[in-house]
């Protein structure tokens, strides 16, 4: 969000402005310069492209994708497929099964549903000419600032510890 607000040529400071900037800037991969929690859903008409973008961290909303047909469907409830009778509640994943009763948890892209996809963190999905692509546009990276043994971690942990208690003073 501080980023958004000191985009200089955004007029208004609304979320949608400051979206259209950065996709006008950056394009497909625009959403790496937002830092939060979000789905955008863009139709670009001059490119007649369509695009879903799910943050990076994916804690509070889920995104779900189906194509039947010419049709393609999303919804961050698993269940409205099943309401709207788009699956088929034996259209169950064997692979997802498996991966539940192993881990007793089904990871994305699977779901419980054969043609049922989950978004996964950082990721965007194209929708161009009636073909479906899902891209990532962000990956977090894990290879800088790697604490190096556990004395550097313990000493990381006491130092955001005592800053956080010594904010409450």
Same mark, same amino acid.
Request: charged share 25%; net charge negative; proline share 3%.
């Given at each position: 969000y501080k980023y958004l607000?000191?985009?200089?040529?955004?007029?208004? #400071?609304?979320?949608?402005?400051?979206i259209v900037y950065l996709y006008k800037k950056y394009?497909? #991969?625009?959403? #790496? $310069? /937002? !830092?939060?929690?979000?789905?955008i859903i863009i139709y670009d008409k001059d490119k007649k492209n369509f695009f879903i973008y799910? !943050? #990076?961290?994916?804690? $509070?909303e889920k995104l779900f994708y189906t194509r039947i047909g010419d049709f393609f469907y999303f919804s961050n409830s698993i269940v409205e497929f099943l309401k709207l009778s788009l699956v088929k509640r034996s259209s169950i994943s064997n692979t997802a099964l498996y991966h539940f009763f192993k881990y007793t948890y089904i990871s994305p892209p699977l779901? /419980?549903?054969?043609n049922v996809i989950q978004m996964t963190i950082g990721e965007f999905v194209s929708i161009f000419d009636g073909k479906v692509e899902n891209r990532q546009y962000d990956r977090w990276d894990f290879s800088k600032n790697r604490i190096k043994n556990e004395k550097e971690a313990i000493d990381i942990y006491e130092t955001i510890l005592t800053k956080s208690i010594c904010s409450l003073y």
């Open positions: 607000n000191s985009i200089p040529s955004v007029e208004s #400071k609304s979320c949608i402005s400051s394009g497909e #991969k625009f959403a #790496k $310069y /937002i !830092d939060g929690h979000f789905v799910q !943050d #990076k961290y994916t804690c $509070y779901t /419980i549903f054969e």
